[in-house]
């Protein structure tokens, strides 16, 4: 019984540090942010905007930004004639920087799959078969309501956090550490819920 007991309590403590780790990692964000906000304000550029929810998502086309909490960086869709894309530095501006916009687009007969197309590079985001983990953004003449491979299920885990799970090899958008600016899929049998790499602010910009 008291086996158990400390067993228990190992698990609460862990809980315990990932949530309080999360939350930090929540304010470091939202502090960059407000500094970033500022600057552009001073310019006379926009502000990043409030992260959207998911309801907002399947309301149609629109421009977005999609930001990782582990890296704090933003996803980057590259120039036309590149199929891989990049994690670039949170201080630039969605707004204004057309490589960090993307316009994510509800497939039809699905429940909250969609496609996630570059604006810089007009590209799809493509999540590749089981076992790849090396992100692409394909020929943007592809048609992502029959392609699995363009096709994303995005998941909300909290009121503005959210994993991007590829419907062709049923891994997840990975935003990997600080120093690293190339996007992963990594396993999708890790918890998102709880594994701050796969997790996500998306930003409207429209």
Do not use: C
Request: charged fraction near 20%; avoid cysteine; hydrophobic fraction near 35%.
């Amino acid at each position: 019984m008291a086996a158990i007991r400390t067993y228990l309590f190992v698990i609460w403590a862990v809980a315990l540090v990932i949530s309080e780790a999360r939350r930090l990692r929540h304010k470091e964000l939202n502090d960059e942010q407000e500094v970033v906000a500022a600057a552009n304000s001073a310019k006379g550029e926009p502000s990043l905007a409030l992260p959207v929810s998911l309801q907002q998502l399947t309301e149609g086309k629109k421009k977005y930004a999609i930001r990782s909490l582990s890296s704090g960086r933003y996803l980057d869709g590259r120039n036309p004639g590149m199929d891989d894309p990049l994690l670039s530095d949170g201080s630039r501006n969605p707004f204004s920087d057309t490589y960090l916009q993307w316009i994510i687009t509800p497939i039809s007969n699905t429940e909250n799959v969609f496609s996630i197309r570059s604006v810089s590079s007009g590209r799809l985001l493509d999540g590749r078969n089981p076992g790849m983990n090396d992100v692409k953004i394909s020929d943007g003449t592809r048609n992502p309501e029959t392609d699995m491979y363009l096709q994303w299920q995005i998941i909300q885990l909290t009121e503005n956090t959210f994993a991007l799970l590829s419907q062709s090899s049923g891994q997840y958008l990975d935003g990997r550490n600080p120093q690293l600016d190339t996007p992963i899929l990594n396993t999708g049998s890790w918890d998102p819920y709880s594994n701050v790499y796969l997790q996500f602010s998306i930003f409207a910009l429209d």
